[in-house]
């Protein structure tokens, strides 16, 4: 051992006392498998009771509500390379192992790849004639919609394999060259994200309406990803914790100055999150043209006024008047709350995004419906729409994700032990 | 009486664990104006001292509550009541189109309230302060943390204090006079 070494170890031990390393051999397996389990029964249960084009839809709303913490968790570690972050090194082995989910997300892709015709007929097989669907083929076809999901998923799996082995290969050789040549991946790497996250948000959710376009919508569906993201974080960190892992003592890796930067992270999310989509919503609503309106009209029947009115309070004006105070934020249970609150708040964002697509056309609700009965009505009659499904199949995705990322946070170091930033983010305070 | 008065004693120490340790023992001894000047931020200085939370925050907040409310009240009174023009078939005081500037003043306003909050509550700005009598404190912003106890403290006694402050490892402990 290099003298080097010898006396960073001696510091860390100074700092963090009471840093546990790694997950005891065999330790939270039981959990993992429950997980696990429950996660595939819930979405199993789902697709035995409603099936069909119900069960795709919730399907969906599940997915992409999960898929968002995924890529969330990538686009973290990616930033914290890009700006040489030292506060978050303790917090960056979760993230790196909560995107090391994402081989798996490729394969749970596989029942909205099966039920494609179901969740976008509207393109695959368009009525003949339709002028708009026929300008947009060249985008809008079964095959390059295929061949780009392949795209989507090499891009994520190859960026979470690589920040996530280099980051594992540092805690054994303690190059500190490692990092620097993250930072500078990490460049190239979140334009391609960034690119990829827009178009998949276009392909998946967007098309399912497929006249319709807003160029924002890749960036809104990115805000709440990345919220949730903090919010999974703060709660998954805290479980680990009360098992004695990450955090709960002090002089293990996380303190509360960690959880208050997550905190604020959440809070900044939400916030951007209300901003991204008041400037889709305002745009669309001043310019008043048929073609875009029509997004916001079908979300005006079927209880949906009531859900949007929901997300105005409960995805920002309660969060925001919540989540503002830092002794909220220092405060254990309450960022527990906070954070569970979001993760709720985002299954029904992704409602309001997929759900109202399922029937128009079909069984829509006679024009002028939404004008009277106010938000009472209103929600009832979302409640009456809405089944346990389309927050069943959220829950067990949510379920299944936990126990993915338990898989990968049993396999490695609970945190990057020999990052030079290491002594950094374990002395962090915040001001 | 003479035209100078006692502003406090000050007190040199050459670490910032020193201070840290020196506001400590002060505030345990019972002093409660003390203040420590240091040439970079030391963490929990501010838990040493014993100083509470800044109003400040609680400041911004009213700051930006008043834009909020002067934003929607000029808008409400010129769009709506004032001088109506209908522009494309929009209602004349619309909500969706006073988000952006209710935000935008909420933001001046309570931005212009941090920084003249804080200013406010340094007794900011002025040309000079007691403390820079001291013959070494010069030194503050390059290499030397001061603890200084004011005269207006209850439980201040010059040779006292002094005596306190060189009992815990202070140097070049001088009274300065204001």
Redesign the interface.
Same mark, same amino acid.
């Given at each position: 051992m290099t003298a080097h070494a010898h006396q960073s170890a001696l510091s860390l031990q100074q700092l963090a006392p009471n840093l546990v390393v790694k997950v005891r051999e065999g330790d939270l397996a039981k959990a993992q498998l429950a997980l696990l389990a429950i996660g595939a029964g819930l979405v199993g249960a789902a697709w035995l009771a409603v099936g069909g084009k119900s069960f795709y839809f919730a399907y969906l709303v599940g997915y992409m509500g999960v898929l968002g913490i995924c890529l969330g968790a990538l686009f973290f570690t990616m930033v914290q390379h890009i700006t040489r972050a030292g506060w978050s090194v303790v917090v960056r082995r979760i993230a790196e192992n909560i995107a090391g989910a994402l081989p798996a997300m490729a394969l749970l892709f596989i029942p909205v790849l099966v039920g494609s015709h179901d969740l976008y007929h509207h393109w695959m097989e368009p009525k003949p004639g339709d002028e708009v669907l026929a300008g947009k083929s060249a985008w809008l076809n079964s095959t390059f919609f295929f061949v780009r999901a392949a795209i989507y998923f090499a891009i994520w799996i190859g960026l979470a394999a690589f920040f996530r082995s280099q980051s594992i290969k540092q805690d054994e050789t303690g190059d500190p060259a490692i990092s620097l040549r993250l930072s500078r991946v990490a460049a190239p790497g979140l334009l391609l994200f960034a690119l990829s996250t827009t178009f998949a948000a276009f392909d998946w959710i967007m098309s399912l309406d497929p006249h319709w376009f807003s160029t924002i919508f890749g960036i809104t569906y990115f805000s709440g990803g990345v919220m949730a993201f903090f919010a999974f974080t703060i709660l998954l960190t805290r479980w680990l914790g009360s098992r004695g892992y990450l955090a709960g003592a002090s002089g293990n890796a996380m303190s509360t100055e960690h959880f208050h930067d997550l905190g604020k992270l959440l809070f900044a999310f939400m916030v951007f999150w209300t901003y991204t989509n008041?400037s889709q @919503?305002?745009l669309i609503? @001043?310019a008043?043209l048929p073609e875009e309106t029509a997004w916001y009209e079908h979300r005006a029947h079927n209880g949906w006024s009531a859900i949007g009115t929901l997300l105005i309070a409960g995805h920002f004006f309660f969060p925001f008047a919540f989540l503002m105070s830092r002794h909220v934020k220092r405060n254990p249970l309450g960022l527990a709350f906070g954070a569970t609150f979001m993760l709720i708040i985002h299954c029904i964002d992704m409602q309001y995004l997929i759900l109202p697509n399922m029937g128009h056309g079909e069984h829509a609700a006679p024009a002028g419906e939404a004008a009277h009965g106010g938000f009472g009505h209103a929600f009832g009659e979302y409640l009456h729409t809405i089944g346990w499904a389309d927050f069943g199949c959220y829950v067990g995705l949510l379920s299944l994700l936990v126990g993915i990322a338990l898989m990968n946070v049993r396999r490695a170091n609970l945190v990057p032990v020999r990052d030079p930033r290491l002594a950094e983010s374990l002395r962090f305070?915040n001001? | 009486m003479t035209n100078t008065q006692k502003w406090g004693i000050i007190a040199e120490f050459a670490s910032a664990s020193a201070i840290y340790q020196a506001a400590g023992k002060a505030t345990a001894h019972g002093y409660t104006r003390v203040d420590a000047h240091t040439p970079f931020p030391v963490h929990g200085l501010d838990k040493a001292l014993k100083q509470g939370p800044s109003p400040l925050g609680w400041l911004v907040l009213c700051g930006g509550i008043t834009g909020i409310c002067l934003a929607q009240l000029m808008m409400w009174w010129m769009n709506g009541v004032d001088y109506v023009i209908w522009v494309s078939g929009k209602e004349p005081y619309a909500w969706e189109t006073t988000i952006p500037i209710t935000f935008e003043l909420m933001v001046l306003l309570a931005g212009i309230t941090a920084v003249f909050g804080m200013f406010g509550l340094n007794k900011l700005p002025r040309l000079h302060h007691p403390i820079f009598n001291h013959k070494t404190f010069w030194r503050v912003t390059t290499d030397r943390f001061f603890l200084s106890i004011e005269a207006a403290d209850p439980k201040f006694d010059s040779a006292q204090t002094m005596r306190f402050l060189e009992s815990i490892g202070g140097k070049n402990v001088a009274v300065v006079e204001d």
């Amino acid at each position: 051992m290099t003298a080097h070494a010898h006396q960073s170890a001696l510091s860390l031990q100074q700092l963090a006392p009471n840093l546990v390393v790694k997950v005891r051999e065999g330790d939270l397996a039981k959990a993992q498998l429950a997980l696990l389990a429950i996660g595939a029964g819930l979405v199993g249960a789902a697709w035995l009771a409603v099936g069909g084009k119900s069960f795709y839809f919730a399907y969906l709303v599940g997915y992409m509500g999960v898929l968002g913490i995924c890529l969330g968790a990538l686009f973290f570690t990616m930033v914290q390379h890009i700006t040489r972050a030292g506060w978050s090194v303790v917090v960056r082995r979760i993230a790196e192992n909560i995107a090391g989910a994402l081989p798996a997300m490729a394969l749970l892709f596989i029942p909205v790849l099966v039920g494609s015709h179901d969740l976008y007929h509207h393109w695959m097989e368009p009525k003949p004639g339709d002028e708009v669907l026929a300008g947009k083929s060249a985008w809008l076809n079964s095959t390059f919609f295929f061949v780009r999901a392949a795209i989507y998923f090499a891009i994520w799996i190859g960026l979470a394999a690589f920040f996530r082995s280099q980051s594992i290969k540092q805690d054994e050789t303690g190059d500190p060259a490692i990092s620097l040549r993250l930072s500078r991946v990490a460049a190239p790497g979140l334009l391609l994200f960034a690119l990829s996250t827009t178009f998949a948000a276009f392909d998946w959710i967007m098309s399912l309406d497929p006249h319709w376009f807003s160029t924002i919508f890749g960036i809104t569906y990115f805000s709440g990803g990345v919220m949730a993201f903090f919010a999974f974080t703060i709660l998954l960190t805290r479980w680990l914790g009360s098992r004695g892992y990450l955090a709960g003592a002090s002089g293990n890796a996380m303190s509360t100055e960690h959880f208050h930067d997550l905190g604020k992270l959440l809070f900044a999310f939400m916030v951007f999150w209300t901003y991204t989509n008041f400037s889709q @919503y305002m745009l669309i609503w @001043y310019a008043n043209l048929p073609e875009e309106t029509a997004w916001y009209e079908h979300r005006a029947h079927n209880g949906w006024s009531a859900i949007g009115t929901l997300l105005i309070a409960g995805h920002f004006f309660f969060p925001f008047a919540f989540l503002m105070s830092r002794h909220v934020k220092r405060n254990p249970l309450g960022l527990a709350f906070g954070a569970t609150f979001m993760l709720i708040i985002h299954c029904i964002d992704m409602q309001y995004l997929i759900l109202p697509n399922m029937g128009h056309g079909e069984h829509a609700a006679p024009a002028g419906e939404a004008a009277h009965g106010g938000f009472g009505h209103a929600f009832g009659e979302y409640l009456h729409t809405i089944g346990w499904a389309d927050f069943g199949c959220y829950v067990g995705l949510l379920s299944l994700l936990v126990g993915i990322a338990l898989m990968n946070v049993r396999r490695a170091n609970l945190v990057p032990v020999r990052d030079p930033r290491l002594a950094e983010s374990l002395r962090f305070q915040n001001i | 009486m003479t035209n100078t008065q006692k502003w406090g004693i000050i007190a040199e120490f050459a670490s910032a664990s020193a201070i840290y340790q020196a506001a400590g023992k002060a505030t345990a001894h019972g002093y409660t104006r003390v203040d420590a000047h240091t040439p970079f931020p030391v963490h929990g200085l501010d838990k040493a001292l014993k100083q509470g939370p800044s109003p400040l925050g609680w400041l911004v907040l009213c700051g930006g509550i008043t834009g909020i409310c002067l934003a929607q009240l000029m808008m409400w009174w010129m769009n709506g009541v004032d001088y109506v023009i209908w522009v494309s078939g929009k209602e004349p005081y619309a909500w969706e189109t006073t988000i952006p500037i209710t935000f935008e003043l909420m933001v001046l306003l309570a931005g212009i309230t941090a920084v003249f909050g804080m200013f406010g509550l340094n007794k900011l700005p002025r040309l000079h302060h007691p403390i820079f009598n001291h013959k070494t404190f010069w030194r503050v912003t390059t290499d030397r943390f001061f603890l200084s106890i004011e005269a207006a403290d209850p439980k201040f006694d010059s040779a006292q204090t002094m005596r306190f402050l060189e009992s815990i490892g202070g140097k070049n402990v001088a009274v300065v006079e204001d």
